[in-house]
């Protein structure tokens, strides 16, 4: 007679053998509806079948997956270096694994040491090399790279008479130019494009360069008058001030914050028509690097911005959301107000579409005759509003330009270039 140990032993069996047994379209359909890309990581470490469903050789399961899931955040880059999350950060896991095999010193990159970072966005870092000036031109060298899996791309140069097509005839000056990697709908994973917004005194213009052509194009142009002119302001030169201006994306458009103008106004570049215009913000005072643009989900906007109360010694954080087309709604809603605490200054470090990343100062301390500050990083999840420490240091460039890296973890990841 058989025992209730053996039947559990034979019942174990009969579900493993079940479970390999399941059809590979079903299979996929299950993987497909894992919560986060680490639980997929997991599943496909599983046993060689779930590798080689999820890992195939055209890559088409993951590209589904990528299209359902946001990718975690891993880390950031800023003047100091790379820094990835640490535990307890839920994405802690993944990012050691990145850590350990990604070249963020891009020492695989010829004088990698003469390059500076513009730029990060999925899984790919834009490389400007800059000239004998520190103000950038469209004439300087760009590269994108992948620090995953070690490879470079050299752009080619701006063609001169594609500059002069979009210069304005009074110019007396070099235009203040900034270049940004943008998102291309195609379904190459290795596809990606380049822009090089162009500020000239009177006007903007984009200069657009694409992965799938090799070429660069003149895809926008606006004069500063024509964009103010419905605003009742008066001055026709550009009220974005290198120094201070933050660049934010969400659904296909760039954003940039109005320094002139007080906040009160968004520049946009709607990167699916390619046109300028200008967009409003929810009339409050905020602090200065206090403003970022996320999605907030069925292509509604949200926005996050830190109110100046500093005088009172406390900081909030605000999250407004504004409707999508369907909805009809064009004013800000205010979602949630997320008390910072007192005694610690917080700044908006920088956003990503899911994610925002804050900086909490901590107080002034002495280590010998020089003065330091503790710098905490912490994670924002857009659709969860949950804070997570992403990791510490000392505030070194705590000022300097931050960008975040979103990626799959290594073993989930393919080759951006």
């Given at each position: 007679?058989?025992?209730?140990?053996?039947?559990?032993?034979?019942?174990?069996?009969?579900?493993?053998?079940?479970?390999?047994?399941?059809?590979d379209?079903?299979?996929?359909?299950?993987?497909?509806?894992?919560?986060?890309?680490?639980?997929?990581?997991?599943?496909?470490?599983?046993?060689?079948?779930?590798?080689r469903?999820?890992?195939?050789?055209d890559?088409?399961?993951?590209?589904?997956?990528?299209?359902?899931?946001?990718?975690?955040l891993?880390?950031?880059f800023?003047?100091?270096?790379?820094?990835?999350?640490?535990?307890p950060?839920p994405?802690a896991p993944?990012?050691?694994a990145?850590a350990?095999?990604?070249?963020?010193?891009?020492?695989?990159?010829?004088?990698?040491?003469?390059?500076?970072v513009?730029?990060?966005?999925?899984?790919?870092?834009?490389l400007?090399r800059?000239?004998e000036?520190?103000?950038?031109q469209?004439?300087?060298?760009?590269?994108?790279c992948?620090?995953?899996?070690?490879?470079y791309?050299?752009?080619?140069?701006?063609p001169?008479?594609?500059?002069?097509?979009?210069?304005?005839?009074?110019?007396?000056?070099?235009?203040?130019?900034?270049?940004?990697?943008?998102?291309?709908?195609?379904?190459?994973?290795?596809?990606f494009?380049?822009?090089w917004?162009v500020?000239f005194?009177t006007?903007?213009?984009?200069?657009?360069?694409?992965?799938?052509?090799?070429?660069?194009?003149?895809?926008?142009s606006?004069?500063?008058?024509?964009?103010?002119?419905?605003?009742?302001?008066?001055?026709?030169?550009?009220?974005?001030?290198?120094?201070?201006?933050?660049r934010?994306?969400?659904?296909?458009c760039?954003?940039?914050e109005?320094?002139?103008n007080?906040?009160?106004?968004?520049l946009?570049?709607?990167?699916?028509?390619?046109?300028?215009s200008i967009?409003?913000?929810p009339?409050?005072?905020w602090c200065?690097?206090?403003l970022?643009?996320?999605?907030?989900?069925?292509?509604?906007?949200?926005?996050?911005?830190?109110?100046?109360?500093?005088?009172?010694?406390?900081f909030d954080?605000?999250?407004?959301?504004?409707?999508?087309?369907?909805e009809?709604?064009?004013?800000w809603?205010?979602?949630?107000?997320i008390?910072l605490?007192?005694?610690?200054?917080?700044?908006i470090?920088?956003a990503?579409?899911?994610?925002?990343?804050?900086?909490?100062f901590?107080?002034?301390?002495?280590?010998?005759?020089?003065p330091?500050?503790?710098l905490?990083?912490?994670?924002?999840?857009?659709?969860?509003?949950?804070?997570?420490?992403?990791?510490?240091?000392?505030?070194?460039?705590?000022?300097?330009?931050?960008?975040?890296?979103?990626?799959f973890?290594p073993?989930l990841s393919?080759?951006?270039?």
């Amino acid at each position: 007679m058989e025992t209730s140990t053996a039947r559990r032993r034979s019942g174990r069996r009969k579900a493993a053998t079940t479970l390999t047994e399941i059809p590979d379209h079903l299979l996929a359909e299950i993987f497909l509806r894992l919560p986060a890309a680490e639980d997929l990581a997991r599943a496909s470490a599983a046993c060689v079948t779930f590798r080689r469903l999820v890992v195939d050789t055209d890559g088409s399961f993951l590209r589904r997956f990528r299209r359902l899931h946001d990718p975690p955040l891993l880390a950031f880059f800023d003047r100091d270096g790379f820094h990835h999350a640490l535990p307890p950060h839920p994405s802690a896991p993944a990012a050691r694994a990145l850590a350990s095999a990604a070249d963020f010193s891009f020492s695989f990159f010829p004088n990698h040491g003469d390059w500076a970072v513009q730029d990060i966005r999925d899984g790919r870092v834009l490389l400007l090399r800059p000239g004998e000036g520190q103000q950038r031109q469209v004439s300087m060298e760009l590269a994108v790279c992948d620090p995953l899996y070690r490879r470079y791309v050299l752009l080619p140069p701006v063609p001169d008479d594609l500059v002069a097509s979009v210069a304005h005839a009074a110019t007396e000056y070099k235009p203040w130019c900034e270049a940004f990697l943008v998102p291309l709908e195609e379904e190459a994973d290795a596809a990606f494009g380049v822009i090089w917004m162009v500020h000239f005194n009177t006007r903007l213009a984009a200069l657009v360069f694409s992965s799938i052509t090799g070429q660069w194009q003149a895809a926008a142009s606006k004069e500063w008058r024509d964009l103010l002119l419905g605003l009742g302001k008066s001055t026709v030169v550009s009220p974005i001030d290198p120094e201070y201006h933050e660049r934010h994306y969400a659904y296909g458009c760039f954003y940039w914050e109005s320094t002139m103008n007080q906040k009160k106004e968004l520049l946009v570049l709607d990167t699916r028509m390619m046109e300028f215009s200008i967009s409003d913000l929810p009339p409050r005072e905020w602090c200065t690097l206090g403003l970022a643009i996320v999605e907030a989900g069925e292509g509604r906007l949200g926005l996050f911005g830190i109110l100046d109360e500093t005088l009172a010694g406390k900081f909030d954080l605000c999250y407004y959301t504004r409707g999508n087309k369907a909805e009809g709604s064009s004013q800000w809603q205010l979602e949630k107000t997320i008390s910072l605490g007192s005694g610690c200054q917080h700044h908006i470090k920088t956003a990503t579409g899911r994610y925002l990343l804050l900086g909490k100062f901590g107080p002034m301390r002495f280590v010998g005759s020089t003065p330091q500050m503790d710098l905490e990083y912490i994670s924002v999840d857009v659709k969860t509003l949950q804070r997570e420490r992403v990791c510490g240091k000392s505030s070194g460039f705590a000022m300097s330009k931050t960008w975040i890296y979103t990626n799959f973890p290594p073993s989930l990841s393919s080759p951006t270039i």
